[in-house]
């Protein structure tokens, strides 16, 4: 076989030293070595076939019509493979597939986007995609009735179905992508083809599981009936039962799609949840287990909510992504050096056991014994529906006054302070809470002595406060954000009284500041508003040092309500200071 491909490969390799009609029978061979024999493609894309296929895929001309058709065939073929995707885009596989959505060849359109679905289903070469204009070129697609559009609404689902910005929104209102996919996904349930096709089941089912990530089409996929369509196929297709499950603990954060959950259950239509955590069951995975416990852990939590016991003794629980959890078992290692009782799934405490058959219940009992919970913060945790579900559940234990949540930053490139910042349900949660790095070994061991003296002292205020069990806060361990010339500043001109909140929003100077996100300014000015009218300073700022003016002096961020008069002190130019320039910044 090895023998065979490789002749074919060498005779499309110089096309312009060949006939036509060798090329278009080495094109054919290649086809049916690739259709035929999985393992094949991978052996292609790996031994030097893609740069040939694609060069004779960027051929232009009406000698090349016909030969290019079966070389997108092959190439698509190809893409079937999980492990092919990145190989195909470092060959320069995109650009190819871009300029073939603009072809008057629908057959080259189509297989175009069939190559672009495929990349982007099985996520490798995500990144580079998102960086080379597929998004928009794809998105022109969105609503063709044809197999073209339902691919295109896959290839957008996959590549952005789960973010948050506005921008990024998978769907429109209105738009019927919503439903689209789910009414193919239940006419490939009844066995029946789409647009001639018997569609891929797996792929499907992972675009609705990511679409149901952004809170903002949970309802839309409730409203087009997705929670049917998921316990039918959780039912009916065992082997992408986490797929449809992952995504159905994902509309259970909705309102109406607990709602419709609730009056599934009430009538015995969720059985399929039992069944599955039955031993020996098909189909039932680790996750598949874990996924069908916490929707019913969920179901529960919505009819008696914090109905818990209040547990004496106490740990602190660690809530992370598997992602990271080599960086998260170097953190708890460190935390139990510095004295720390801490509860990992693997490993539990001396209060909880680890994780056993009752993955939500233990996971409960374990938040429920929490002193401390450490929210280890990453994009995985930020799209895991079992993670957000811990997190729920936490979030509503400190609001009751049982425990207090840290939040640790696994990734540099996603906090409250990166471009794009953390977003959705997420940073919501969040609030303005102070955290901390966590994303080497270096970090997380400093993490761990910050966190471990962060106990202790709450514990000393609990002894002092008579031990009520209540979380007391406490910010004394939190390095500062700002930088020294700042604090200086604001000491100098007796606004001490900020250096707290520039700290807490981890505003590092005045010009970090001027580079917040909007919704970076809106959080910030509500907790500071009272103190600093923050966000017209800084439109106030942008203004006039954009035009060349000169900027306003600092005491112009302060309320104009009446304060103790204080000996007159030089103010400050902030474009100065932006500038980086203190000696040039007071006037």
Known sequence: MADSWTVHVETIRHPDQVSRTRIEAALKALLDISKNDESARLRLANG??????????????????????????????????????????????????????????????????GILNNIAMYEKARKQMLGSGVLSAVRRFLGKDALVGLDAEKTVAYLVGREDAKEHEMMVAGDGSIARLLQAAQLSLQGHKVCGLKLSMMGLLKAVRLIAINDNNKTRLVQAGAVGVLVDAAEKRREHAGLALGALLELSFDPAGMAELRALNSTNSLRILHSLLSPGEEGATDEVRRDCRDILFMLKQSQAPLASPVVKRKHMMVSYAWAQKRIVQRMCKELRRAGQEVWRDEEGSSVVPPIGESTADSMAQAIEAASVVLVCVSREYKDSGNCRMECKYAKALEA???????????????????????????????????????????????????????????????????????????????????????????????????????????????????????QDVDLLSSVVGRRVRLRDALAALRGRTQAGGRAPSARSLLPSSPRPAAPARPGLNLGALLNGNLLDATV
């Open 48 to 113: 030097g076939a893609l740069a040939p296929l694609i060069a004779v895929a960027a051929r232009v001309g009406e000698y090349w019509d016909g030969i290019r058709q079966v070389c997108l065939q092959v190439l698509a073929t190809i893409s079937w493979h999980p492990d092919t995707g990145l190989p195909l885009v470092e060959a320069g596989m995109l650009s190819i597939a871009i300029n073939a959505l603009e072809d008057a060849d629908e057959v080259n359109v189509g297989r175009a986007m």
């Open 400 to 518: 009751a006054g049982r425990l207090k949540i840290v939040y640790l930053m696994m990734e540099e490139d996603f906090t409250t302070r990166s471009t794009p910042p953390i977003g959705g349900w997420l940073r919501l949660y969040m609030e303005d809470a102070l955290w901390y790095a966590c994303w080497d070994d270096e970090l997380a061991e400093a993490a761990a002595g910050k966190v471990a003296k962060l106990v202790r002292e709450r514990e000393g205020e609990k002894e002092g406060a008579g031990g009520d069990g209540r979380a007391a806060e406490s910010k004394s361990e939190t390095p500062s954000r700002v930088s020294p010339q700042l604090a200086a500043w604001l000491a100098e001109n007796q606004l001490s009284m900020l250096l707290a909140a520039f700290e807490e929003h981890e505003v590092f100077d005045l010009r970090t500041a001027l580079k917040m996100q909007p």
